[in-house]
């Protein structure tokens, strides 16, 4: 009845009970403070009441500002996952919310510091030798790309160098989890080594018939089953944080040298090209795989390990030096056995990888080409590549599963049932052979017994029986826990050899990066050394001049590294200075879009000097590309890329501002339309081809740039609003270089270059359009075309003698057959 009237108590009961109970306590220390003191009890009650209201009044103000606080971050966290917009810190960090249930959570995200880098390139850039050379890391650093992936240095060599990236510092997240890890799977052992003692004492006290003991000892085993069951789920889990924790490190590190200023993410796959079909592979599914693999390994080799050592030690002390020897014997014996049949997994590994890759890349094509394919009717074609490769992969799967039936029907054998075995012969040494073991039975007496003699004789043996069981069934657990970490050992062997196929990719994938991030390209050391290869850039870019500029440049297409490009111009030299608009023409193949990809850096310069401002801003330069690239995100992200919302409200930008640049770029409706500057969209189906050149348009009004280069940006618009556009453009103070045919865009332009001229294309033509000499090269053009029109007849006539030539023959060649 008690319990049930407390249950009925209303919460202002309950919280009146509550502080009544605190202010007694309070009262009380105070009464016995005010007999050391000249203290009143009145005062006393009075210090005791204004202390318990401050600390109430103190802890609903911390709670109602803790509450408020999270109630601001899930609102701010709404209103940015709608924006596609995140913070920015002091630090150069940058917080994110990413959509939760029916939340936002924060995810705070730190740059790689330079200096890292820096720090990890020696782990990662050979500093001599080539492929083919012996590797050895003391002098090599990093191996060479020709090591096949497998159980040697080099693995240990890329192992290490990752783990470098993954635990960065001792006190780091990653280091307190595998710490934390390690303390459970020693929990786990020492859990083991309870367990089997106490199976000992279960089962001497069934066959002893002691039911007291009996019942004890399950009511331990059950206790310790309950903490067992807590540690073994703790393990899983520790391991499953462990591999998130080094996917995180790994996939930002990546990101950060992918994403970065160099351009890594271009030259990695048009210049480079030491990854083969691309990245996107190795950063979502290698990665990922090598760091399960490796969380995985880290608790099927640390435990097995621990469990090895202290069983051994265990079964010294019970069983003796003998039978260490030939466990030991036995472990090295399969080991070796093992590691000779075993079939080279590693190298099986990352070749299923690389198929994988390719398979993939296929489908990733076909995706970013559908419209094309589906235009051409080039269903049937794809699906041929498509089964094509699909079918490599299957084939190659299927002999390494074949591979896997023989290893795999030994590996059982020895470690199940061979081991099994002679862990029943080792456990029976101390019952067969008393000597071995700790429990030799005492020597009889000569003399004759007396009865009362006899019954402690079998008081002893029946002692010595019962402690044989015991100690049997002990080492008969310790021998089967032994086993299977011995054998969870040798099946780690395996786990290892693919562990280093996933190491090997996902290190030749951040050592490329590097590569391509210093530009450590090296001429082989046997081979002839290619003109225009990555290895024998000579040539200078320059950010920060008020222009552009070109110096002796040859205009170079670039091969993967290490083949030599191909030279389109000789060399090319102009520049470009403030309010000089330049149009770049000349037939398709010319180099047009090569000069800017120069310029812009993607291309290198491989002789002479380039010379630009730095990217973006007022006082940079701008490049829009022949094919408009519209990001995901919000219709104010097409706006404003490569900013984000972050960067607009930085620089004090504003959406009405944005409104104003879409009607100079005639895409004014576009808000009505869609729904606001908040609605995402697949704006690349959404938008057509001639909204998306003017998009390309409107972002270069909004960046303001003092130079712009557009490449075909107008292919797509109307003659008229071509005009304005490019009128608007030179209001705003931006000088414009445009690539393309069109002879109307010359009355916007100053100057005019023109390339693939000569009798073999490689020669240009830089002039100032509206002078002599430009004119001079239009009526040369004219009279050309005038003088092939003059000979259209005799070419006519010409064309009907062949015609009529070839009838005859026909006819012969008709009539002999006849």
Same mark, same amino acid.
């Given at each position: ?8 108590k ?7 009970e ?6 007694n ?19 006393a ?30 609102e ?6 709608r ?6 810190g ?47 890391p ?19 060599? %890329? ?8 635990v960065?510092?001792?006190r780091?997240? +990653? ?20 367990v ?15 039911g ?10 059950l ?12 393990? $899983?889990?520790? %391991? ?10 790994l ?27 691309g ?10 795989l ?12 640390? $435990?097995?390990?621990?469990d ?6 265990q ?11 030939g ?5 090295f014996?399969?080991?070796t056995?093992?590691?000779k ?34 235009f051409?009717?080039g !269903? ?10 699909? $079918? +490599? ?17 030994l ?8 081991w ?35 019954v ?13 069981m015991?100690?049997?069934i ?20 395996k ?17 490329t ?12 050391r ?24 070109? +110096? ?5 297409a670039?091969?993967?590294?290490p083949?030599g ?5 000789? /060399? ?15 037939? /398709?193949?010319?180099?047009k ?12 310069t491989?002789?002479g ?8 801003? %007022? ?6 590309p ?24 930085d ?6 501002e944005l ?18 500057w ?17 998009? !390309? ?18 292919s ?46 490689n ?6 359009v ?13 009279? +050309?075309?005038?003088e092939?029109l003059?000979?259209?007849d005799?070419?006519?006539?010409r ?5 009529e ?14």
């Amino acid at each position: 009845m008690a319990a049930q009237s407390t249950l009925r108590k209303s919460p202002s009961d309950r919280f009146s009970e509550t502080f009544d109970y605190f202010y007694n306590r309070l009262a009380a220390r105070l009464d016995k403070l005010q007999r050391r003191g000249p203290l009143s009890s009145r005062t006393a009650r009075l210090v005791a009441t204004l202390a318990l209201s401050l600390a109430i009044i103190t802890a609903s103000y911390g709670g109602y500002k803790t509450y408020s606080r999270r109630k601001a971050d899930r609102e701010t966290g709404r209103r940015l996952v709608r924006r596609n917009s995140g913070l920015r810190g002091k630090d150069g960090s940058r917080t994110i919310f990413v959509p939760y249930k029916d939340s936002t959570s924060r995810v705070t995200i730190f740059p790689t510091k330079k200096t890292t880098f820096d720090a990890h390139r020696r782990l990662f850039l050979a500093s001599s030798g080539q492929a083919g050379d012996k590797y050895d890391p003391a002098t090599m650093g990093p191996p060479p790309t020709g090591i096949k992936p497998g159980l040697n240095v080099a693995f240990l060599h %890329q192992f290490l160098s990752l783990m470098n990236v993954m635990v960065p510092r001792w006190r780091s997240k +990653e280091a307190g989890l595998l710490t934390t890890h390690a303390v459970f799977l020693l929990a786990r052992t020492y859990l083991s080594l309870v367990v089997a003692r106490l199976d000992g004492e279960i089962v001497r006290d069934l066959v002893a018939g002691k039911g007291k003991a009996f019942l004890l000892g399950i009511c331990k085993w059950l206790a310790i089953g309950s903490v067992s069951s807590y540690t073994n789920s703790m393990i $899983k889990f520790l %391991q499953s944080k462990i591999s998130i924790a080094f996917r995180t490190r790994l996939t930002r590190y990546v990101h950060d040298l992918y994403l970065g200023h160099d351009l890594a993410y271009y030259k990695l796959h048009n210049l480079d090209g030491g990854i083969g079909q691309g990245a996107d592979q190795f950063i979502t599914q290698d990665l990922t795989l090598f760091c399960d693999s490796a969380a995985s390994l880290y608790s099927s080799l640390g $435990k097995p390990l621990v469990d090895i050592f202290t069983f051994n030690f265990q079964l010294y002390h019970s069983l003796g030096p003998f039978a260490l020897t030939g466990l030991l014997a036995t472990y090295f014996g399969t080991a070796t056995l093992l590691r000779k049949l075993s079939p080279p997994f590693g190298k099986l590994k990352a070749m299923e990888g690389r198929k994988e890759g390719d398979f993939r890349a296929l489908h990733a094509r076909l995706i970013a080409n559908a419209e094309e394919v589906a235009f051409y009717n080039g !269903g049937a074609t794809e699906h041929v590549l498509l089964d094509k490769s699909f $079918k +490599e992969l299957k084939t190659w799967v299927e002999n390494i599963y074949k591979i896997r039936v023989g290893y795999n029907i030994l590996e059982d054998f020895l470690l199940k049932y061979s081991w099994s075995a002679f862990g029943y012969i080792i456990t029976s040494l101390p019952v067969f052979l008393p000597v071995i073991g700790e429990l030799t039975p005492a020597p009889r007496s000569q003399s004759s017994p007396e009865p009362a003699v006899e019954v402690g004789s079998r008081s002893k043996s029946q002692n010595q029986s019962d402690g044989r069981m015991k100690q049997f069934i002990t080492n008969k657990r310790l021998m089967l826990n032994l086993a299977d970490a011995g054998s969870r050992m040798m099946y780690s062997i395996k786990d290892l050899s693919e562990l280093a196929g996933y190491t090997s990719r996902v290190y030749t994938l951040i050592s490329t990066l590097h590569r391509v991030h210093a530009k450590a390209y090296a001429a082989p050391r046997y081979q002839h050394a290619e003109l225009y290869s990555l290895a024998s850039i000579e040539g200078t870019l320059h950010r920060g001049f008020d222009g552009v500029r070109l +110096e002796d440049v040859p205009v170079v297409a670039p091969a993967l590294y290490p083949m030599g490009g191909e030279e389109l111009i000789e /060399n090319i030299s102009f520049i470009v200075g403030p309010g000089d608009h330049l149009l770049i023409t000349g037939p /398709n193949g010319a180099g047009k879009s090569a000069v800017a990809r120069i310029v812009a850096g993607l291309w290198p310069t491989y002789r002479g000097l380039t010379s630009r401002p730095r990217q973006n801003g %007022q006082d940079g330069i701008m490049f829009l590309p022949q094919r408009p690239y519209l990001s995901p995100g919000t219709l104010r992200d097409q706006v404003i890329y490569p900013h984000t919302e972050m960067d607009m409200r930085d620089a004090g930008r504003r959406e009405s501002e944005l409104q104003s640049i879409l009607e100079q770029a005639k895409l004014g409706y576009l808000t009505d339309r869609e729904g606001g500057w908040d609605t995402r969209k697949e704006w690349k189906d959404v938008l057509s081809g001639g909204e998306k050149q003017r998009m !390309g348009i409107a972002r270069l009004l909004y960046h303001e740039p003092r130079f712009a280069f557009i490449d075909e940006g107008t292919s797509a618009v109307s003659s008229d609003v071509e005009g304005l556009l490019y009128e608007r453009a030179k209001g705003k103070g931006i000088t414009l270089i445009t690539i393309s045919t069109r002879a109307s865009l010359k009355r916007y332009h100053s100057y005019t270059l023109t390339l693939g001229l000569g009798e073999d294309a490689n020669e240009y033509e830089f002039l100032r359009v509206g002078t002599a000499s430009e004119k001079d090269s239009v009526e040369k053009e004219l009279q +050309e075309l005038r003088e092939c029109l003059a000979q259209v007849d005799s070419w006519k006539a010409r064309r009907q003698e062949i015609e009529e030539e070839l009838g005859e023959v026909w006819v012969r060649t008709g009539e002999s057959g006849a």
